[in-house]
């Protein structure tokens, strides 16, 4: 992580921008989180160290720019996840409707197929992809488990 972090100071610096602390801290929970962050989400972890929400805001768009962290619009939200350094550079998300977890589908297969969706697509329409946001809709798991439970208590009535 420290490597990881020292690259990104690179690149930043790079760019002309500053790798204050702020930056630093910010980055230290989107290396650390699993999941996708809202602005007001990483927010929450940082604010008893005195960042303001402007700051992160102001942050997040820097690293969006500088391609160091995805930003995924769900509903006019944004959430964020590393970019760089990530051991799936493309992937699918998945989001739940009933607890509006947003998961990273881990699959390679589904991985390899979706690299030779992206490059039919670049094929037939003569473009470059860079990036792409798939998002499928549904119900996650445990809400599916617990939906399943509902019947069944239901249902014995
Ligand atoms: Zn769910
Ligand atoms: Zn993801």
């Given amino acids: 992580m420290e490597n990881d972090l020292s690259s990104i100071r690179k690149i930043l610096e790079h760019n002309g921008y500053e790798f204050t ?23 929450d972890k940082v604010k ?3 960042i303001g929400l402007a700051t992160v805001y102001r942050s997040l768009k ?3 720019d500088l391609k160091i962290v995805k930003e995924i619009n769900d509903n006019g939200i944004n959430y964020y996840e590393m970019k760089i350094f990530s051991k799936k550079p493309l992937h699918i998300h998945f989001k739940c409707l009933k607890c509006n977890s947003i ?33 499928f809709i549904g119900l996650c798991n445990k809400c599916r488990e617990e939906l399943k439970c509902q019947d069944q208590l239901s249902s014995e009535e």
């Avoid at 602390?21 to 927010?43: E, G």
């Avoid at 998961?103 to 094929?123: G, M, Q």
Wanted: net charge negative; charged share 30%; no cysteine.
């Fill in 48 to 50: 008893e160290k005195n």
């Fill in 103 to 135: 998961i990273d589908i881990d699959s390679k297969d589904a991985d390899i197929e979706y690299i030779k969706l992206n490059k039919k697509i670049e094929e037939q329409n003569n473009i470059d992809i860079y990036d792409s946001n798939i998002i």
């Fill in 62 to 64: 820097i690293f969006k």
């Fill in 21 to 43: 602390i702020q930056k630093h801290l910010i980055l230290n929970v989107l290396l650390k989180s699993d999941v996708h962050l809202s602005a007001k989400q990483i927010y």
